[in-house]
């Protein structure tokens, strides 16, 4: 560990090192009185706009590359740690190289001014920035960041469209629609093709696995009165985010993570805390957060409404959609009625068609 924290350092002040010789020869070259020579001028010229060419590009090049830092910014998440160039840390190494290196491109032009037989020209200048422009391409081509992978599972459409928009600044993320405990199966198919929609608005991946809902209503069994974020749930957490990483194991993506989080009706920690556990595992990278943080929930909604998604009114299992019913009877003078077709205002018929 040491020994590849030492390796780190050293290349680090050698780029340091090669951007500061880079810089004190770009001084010393345009701040150098020269012998003037009228018969000459005309001769090198054209080499004298390829030098500042690649002197003002490499010195751009070798300032953004000591800058460049490895590993995330953290800008989504403090906990997340990789190994890939994130698209924050680019930013920080490019902007500041950027502005030093075209604010000395002008500064040199001023300052041969001053210098005896050297004169100030508008056209080194342009040579200068189009070179810097051309070495910004360059590195860009070279070093630019490249974003981990990630499996997004989605319990519904109107959640995953806001939290895979926020993780693909930073990630290439893939969907996964997995969600066997949703009843009935009309509900299902409704949000599924609501997912594949965005899916391909959004140019992203997807992924389903089985709809088999009485394999798990099995897993649940002796479970069926427990309240919300109950140990029902907490079954329920776990063979989806099992299923998101076995497939990202087999997909061999990076890291994979719910957008279970999302809804303040679940249980953030029981969730990242499954997740660390199967991270473990599967030898898979699961993204700890809580997205309902900083307004998400409301965010989802809004942009639910934005893009005109269809937004349930219930998690999904059927325990889960008679509570809400009943508790809506209940607001209205009437207690629960199961059996009662016009209990269901969510879907028609209640009967699973598996």
Not at 181 to 191: G, L, Q, S, T, V
Not at 282 to 301: E, M, R
Request: include cysteine.
């Amino acid at each position: 560990m040491l020994r590849g924290f030492l390796k780190k350092m050293i290349l680090r002040f050698t780029k340091i090192l090669i951007a500061l010789a880079w810089f004190l020869l770009v001084l010393r070259l345009v701040t150098m009185p020269m012998p003037y020579y009228p018969e000459a001028i005309e001769r090198i010229t054209l080499a004298d706009k390829l030098v500042h060419f690649i002197l003002f590009g490499g010195l751009f090049y070798f300032l953004a590359d000591a800058f460049l830092k490895k590993g995330f910014s953290g800008s989504l998440n403090r906990a997340l740690v990789g190994s890939a160039e994130s698209l924050a840390g680019w930013r920080w190494a490019v902007y500041p190289s950027l502005g030093f290196s075209v604010i000395f491109s002008f500064f040199t032009e001023y300052l041969q001014l001053y210098i005896p037989s050297r004169t100030s020209s508008l056209y080194d200048t342009v040579a200068g920035l189009v070179g810097i422009a051309f070495f910004t391409l360059a590195f860009w081509k070279v070093k630019q960041p490249k974003k981990p992978t990630l499996l997004l599972h989605v319990c519904c459409i109107g959640c995953g469209a806001y939290v895979s928009r926020t993780l693909k600044n930073e990630f290439k993320v893939s969907l996964l629609y997995y969600n066997p405990n949703i009843f009935p199966a009309e509900e299902y198919k409704k949000r599924l093709e609501e997912t594949k929609r965005i899916a391909k608005k959004f140019r992203l991946p997807l992924l389903t696995e089985e709809y088999d809902h009485k394999k798990w209503l099995k897993k649940v069994k002796g479970l069926e009165k427990e309240p919300e974020k109950g140990k029902r749930c907490l079954v329920c957490y776990e063979d989806r985010l099992t299923a998101a990483a076995r497939l990202a194991k087999e997909k061999k993506l990076e890291y994979f993570t719910s957008t279970l989080t999302v809804s303040p009706y679940k249980d953030a920690k029981a969730i990242n805390e499954i997740g660390k556990k199967l991270e473990k595992k599967y030898k898979v990278k699961f993204y700890q957060a809580d997205f309902k943080k900083n307004d998400g929930f409301k965010k989802s909604c809004a942009l639910s409404r934005e893009l005109n998604l269809y937004r349930q009114d219930y998690c999904g299992c059927d325990f889960s959609r008679r509570n809400f019913t009943g508790k809506v009877q209940a607001s209205s003078g009437r207690l629960p009625d199961k059996t009662s077709e016009k209990a269901d205002r969510f879907t028609k018929p209640l009967k699973n068609k598996e």
